[in-house]
């Protein structure tokens, strides 16, 4: 029988519970990279209004659990990604917003922390309408097999919630909640409140994309 | 026209382990038990973080240096090498690999990793590296330990170091791990034993490749990762390649 000649990509593994060591290791007990990687995705040049986005992520029991790596993901303050794909040429590349950065649950508290800007709306896909401010969020950890990828929304982006092309497909739309972050202010501080619950009541709404 | 230029290919999730394997038993409470949602490729996932040469020091993807303290880390000296490909065949370049592994004696620098074995002083365990033009990587390191670990009362893991990879796309990342050809303690695997197809299985072993050993030095091991790959049509820009 003739077969295309396709290549099948590698199968996942769970990330285990000791992933920070390679990928956070700070967070591990020790500093080894003389640049690490981190969860601070701003710098004082970047442009936008500065969020914290702050959350932890449940177990089927309701446990918080203190040992996920979470990555996030975004467009800048104008809704332009740091890529060369993005086609939106008419929007501004910010040199200092990369866009991206990752973070470890607290082996105590279980939260995780994000300081970073909130992101501009996104062109959908052709034909589609503009995805609204979004940050996209791919979290691995021990006992979960391959990495699970969700987004961020902002609660307080009621009208353009309402018209993304991609909440809009999620069905019952009482699941599309999962997706939303809550805004509050703490002293001067806009933090954005963003539970994941991997199982069970409220089950996060995760894609295969 | 494609409606999203630069879409990834579907992912085949039947070389993929399912959420729930009751065999590793921290998925049991760990998988999600509705279905995923379909989504079509957006500019989100066709798009990634750009990493560059400025983001890895020198020494990021030599593990027998990296953290050498009084000496060199004790264990098999070993060097891993291979190419990060898309499902095209097509070689990624500039792919971010990252890497950790556990000691000699099975042990991890970690706060939480209580195994007996001692923690080497010279040996960090964690590494990284950008591809090349064709998408190769290469790293040395010493071969890390068996070790026990809390599944069922004999667990143990077979030796293996976890590889982290991130290509062009958001929706490419992905986390995995490479076994040694050879070890007894690789049928036995909960964790590997997670993916149900045995070729996808068989590709996570990598074999002795002793061209590539230096010899009265180091053993030499090629492990290929493929990522997934991306449309391609008549109207697609370049995006990375030649």
Redesign the interface.
């Known amino acids: 029988m003739t077969q295309l000649t396709y290549l099948q990509e590698t199968a996942s593994q769970t990330a285990g519970p000791y992933v920070h060591i390679g990928l956070i290791p700070h967070q591990a007990g020790f500093d080894i990279f003389e640049k690490p990687f981190s969860n601070v995705l701003t710098t004082q040049e970047t442009v936008g209004e500065r969020i914290i986005i702050e959350g932890r992520v449940f177990d089927g029991t309701g446990a918080p659990c203190k040992d996920i790596l979470l990555e996030i993901w975004q467009a800048n303050a104008a809704g332009r990604y740091n890529h060369p794909a993005d086609p939106q040429t008419d929007k501004p590349i910010d040199p200092s917003f990369r866009g991206w950065g990752r973070a470890g649950t607290d082996f105590t508290t279980g939260l995780f922390r994000f300081d970073t800007i909130k992101p501009g709306p996104v062109i959908g896909r052709s034909g589609h309408r503009m995805m609204a401010p979004h940050i996209n969020v791919w979290i691995a950890a021990r006992g979960i097999n391959t990495g699970l990828q969700t987004r961020i929304y902002f609660a307080d982006e009621t009208d353009a919630n309402a018209a993304d092309p991609v909440l809009r497909i999620i069905d019952p739309p009482q699941r599309r909640d999962t997706l939303m972050a809550r805004r509050e202010m703490r002293a001067d501080l806009v933090v954005y409140v963003f539970d994941i619950r991997l199982q069970g009541d409220g089950e996060t709404v995760f894609f295969d994309a | 026209?494609?409606?999203?230029?630069?879409e990834f290919?579907q992912?085949?999730?039947t070389?993929?382990?399912?959420?729930l394997?009751p065999g590793?038993k921290?998925?049991?409470?760990?998988?999600?038990?509705?279905a995923?949602?379909?989504?079509?490729?957006?500019?989100?996932?066709?798009?990634?973080?750009?990493f560059g040469h400025?983001?890895?020091?020198a020494l990021?993807h030599d593990l027998i240096l990296?953290?050498a303290k009084t000496g060199e880390p004790i264990g098999e000296r070993t060097i891993v090498h291979g190419r990060v490909?898309?499902?095209?065949?097509r070689g990624i370049p500039n792919a971010l690999v990252?890497?950790?592994q556990a000691n000699a004696g099975g042990r991890?620098?970690?706060?939480?990793?209580t195994y007996l074995a001692p923690i080497d002083p010279n040996f960090?365990?964690?590494g990284?590296m950008l591809t090349d033009a064709e998408g190769r990587y290469v790293f040395r390191t010493v071969k890390p330990g068996a070790y026990p670990f809390r599944n069922q009362v004999n667990s143990w893991r077979p030796a293996h170091i976890?590889f982290?990879l991130s290509g062009?796309?958001?929706?490419q990342?992905?986390?995995?791990?490479m076994y040694f050809e050879g070890d007894p303690l690789i049928r036995h695997d909960s964790?590997?034993n997670?993916?149900p197809?045995a070729?996808?299985?068989e590709?996570?072993v990598a074999l002795l490749d002793m061209n590539a050993a230096v010899p009265l030095d180091s053993l030499a091991y090629r492990f290929d990762?493929?990522?997934?790959?991306r449309r391609q049509t008549v109207f697609e820009n370049k995006?990375?390649g030649n």
């Open positions: 026209m494609p409606s999203q230029p630069f290919f992912r085949d999730r070389l993929q382990p399912p959420a394997t590793y921290t998925s049991v409470l760990r998988s999600p038990r509705l995923m949602l379909s989504l079509q490729n957006s500019l989100s996932e066709v798009t990634g973080p750009v400025g983001d890895i020091g990021d990296n953290y490909l898309d499902e095209t065949g990252e890497v950790w991890y620098r970690h706060k939480n990793d960090g365990g964690c990284r976890h982290a062009h796309g958001f929706a990342r992905l986390i995995t791990q964790i590997l997670t993916i197809d070729a996808a299985r590709r996570l990762i493929v990522l997934r790959g995006l990375y």
